[in-house]
């Protein structure tokens, strides 16, 4: 059997290869920047959704290694503060629960029209950014 957490490490393994090939593609002229981002953007968003999954299955000291939870706690910085892992833990899980419920709840998303489509590009690129730092 295949677990969520074996699925979010080839995720996160994925992630980290796109960006390494893309960018050469990229500079080759087989894929234009907008394509790679967009690919590596949903990878990310697969990652979220695994993340949230493997969460919910088994306690996290048993799911990570030690070198693996340290990269998924790492500390985020908002304009030169750094919150405490309790924050950026909160900060992480609250723009997945939003991000999950644009996704989830067509009529959710829907009443908030245009607010909504912004809400969702802007939380996307926030997680990037977050995984971005995380993973560095």
Do not use: W
């Not at 500079?27 to 493997?54: C, H, K, S, V, W």
């Amino acid at each position: 059997m295949i677990s969520t957490t074996d699925k979010l490490r080839c995720v996160l393994r994925e992630i980290s290869y796109r960006k390494h090939v893309y960018r050469r593609r990229v500079a080759d002229g087989f894929m234009t920047e907008a394509q790679a981002n967009r690919e590596i953007e949903l990878m990310e968003a697969i990652a979220i959704d695994y993340r949230t999954m493997a969460a919910a299955e088994a306690p996290q000291t048993e799911m990570f290694t030690e070198k693996e939870r340290a990269v998924m706690e790492a500390m985020i910085t908002i304009d030169g503060h750094k919150l405490t892992e309790g924050q950026s833990m909160s900060v992480r899980v609250a723009i997945t629960a939003f991000l999950m419920e644009l996704k989830n709840d067509k009529q959710f998303a829907d009443s908030l029209g245009l607010i909504g489509i912004a809400y969702q590009a802007r939380l996307t690129e926030v997680m990037h950014i977050i995984l971005n730092n995380e993973a560095s």
